[in-house]
């Protein structure tokens, strides 16, 4: 005679019951409710970049170029750049009571100075508030050329967008956390978490070329992390070259003693 059965146990389905959701996808829901209430589009677009790189930078291919790349770069950056043009713009209070009072010591030579100074200013925010759209430029070109040395398909038009897209998204999270790194007892917190985007900052450029260009693994990952290098190879070098600076003038003059 068999035994008695024993019930069958219901999984948590099967009782009504929601799964348990994994951290990404509380994040993601926190993050959704965040950008509704914001209301911005290319927000939403940069939240699902974030979160789901690979599918959003296929579907972007080819839809936009450079123009919105360099606008999703400069909107995305804005917050830091508003907050260092406060500094910068305590430096140019500076110097322009130093102007004024050259120009109150020497009348002729001091507002020659000054308008110097007022020009000079002027160059260096329009400078200071385009860096963003510069850097990018300047990474994508670097990117571009290592890629099509390694058989990279994509052009310069797409590759750039994508990149804009990972780099926005990326840099819209660091300049919240940018804002909590001044705020006390969370600022360790938020410089710790800052790391953390900038390495996954990395893995998006890593994914936009990859799929920009249809290259493989090792070689979307070799473009991504060349121009790094070279960065790193450049501030080797001049650090170098300053300590040789400071060693040969160091031993003339003992020589000359």
Same mark, same amino acid.
């Given at each position: 005679?068999?035994?008695?059965?024993?019930?069958?146990?219901?999984?948590?389905?099967?009782?009504?019951?929601?799964?348990?959701?994994?951290?990404?996808?509380?994040?993601?829901?926190?993050?959704?409710?965040?950008?509704?209430?914001?209301?911005?589009?290319?927000?939403?677009?940069?939240?699902?970049?974030?979160?789901?790189?690979?599918?959003?930078?296929?579907?972007?291919?080819?839809?936009?170029?450079?123009?919105?790349?360099?606008?999703?770069?400069?909107?995305?950056?804005?917050?830091?750049?508003?907050?260092?043009?406060?500094?910068?713009?305590?430096?140019?209070?500076?110097?322009?009571? !130093? @102007?004024?009072? /050259?120009?109150?010591?020497?009348?002729?030579? &001091? +507002?020659? %100075?000054?308008?110097?100074?007022?020009? =000079?200013?002027?160059?260096?925010?329009?400078?200071?508030?385009?860096?963003?759209?510069?850097?990018?430029?300047?990474?994508?070109?670097?990117?571009?050329?290592?890629?099509?040395?390694?058989?990279?398909?994509?052009?310069?038009?797409?590759?750039?967008?994508?990149?804009?897209?990972?780099?926005?998204?990326?840099?819209?999270?660091?300049?919240?956390?940018?804002?909590?790194?001044?705020?006390?007892? !969370? @600022?360790?917190? /938020?410089?710790?978490?800052?790391?953390?985007? &900038? +390495?996954? %900052?990395?893995?998006?450029?890593?994914? =936009?070329?990859?799929?920009?260009?249809?290259?493989?693994?090792?070689?979307?990952?070799?473009?991504?992390?060349?121009?790094?290098?070279?960065?790193?190879?450049?501030?080797?070098?001049?650090?170098?070259?300053?300590?040789?600076?400071?060693?040969?003038?160091?031993?003339?003059?003992?020589?000359?003693?």
């Amino acid at each position: 005679m068999a035994g008695p059965v024993e019930p069958v146990k219901e999984t948590k389905e099967e009782k009504g019951q929601p799964r348990e959701e994994k951290f990404q996808d509380k994040l993601e829901r926190g993050c959704t409710r965040f950008v509704d209430a914001i209301g911005y589009d290319r927000l939403k677009l940069w939240k699902e970049v974030m979160f789901h790189p690979s599918n959003t930078f296929s579907q972007e291919l080819g839809k936009q170029g450079f123009m919105r790349g360099a606008k999703d770069i400069f909107i995305s950056n804005l917050i830091p750049l508003a907050i260092g043009f406060i500094f910068l713009m305590l430096f140019a209070v500076y110097g322009a009571l !130093l @102007g004024l009072m /050259a120009t109150l010591a020497a009348p002729g030579i &001091g +507002i020659l %100075a000054l308008a110097a100074m007022v020009v =000079a200013g002027l160059v260096l925010v329009v400078l200071y508030f385009a860096s963003p759209i510069i850097s990018w430029l300047i990474q994508s070109a670097v990117q571009y050329l290592i890629a099509k040395l390694l058989g990279g398909t994509g052009s310069f038009r797409n590759q750039s967008y994508l990149i804009a897209l990972g780099s926005a998204s990326a840099a819209i999270v660091f300049s919240i956390l940018y804002v909590f790194s001044f705020v006390p007892c !969370l @600022g360790y917190a /938020a410089n710790a978490v800052m790391i953390l985007v &900038g +390495i996954y %900052a990395i893995y998006l450029n890593y994914r =936009a070329v990859k799929i920009a260009h249809g290259l493989s693994t090792i070689k979307a990952a070799v473009v991504t992390l060349a121009p790094v290098a070279i960065f790193f190879a450049m501030v080797i070098a001049a650090i170098i070259a300053f300590y040789l600076g400071i060693f040969s003038l160091a031993f003339l003059g003992s020589s000359a003693g």
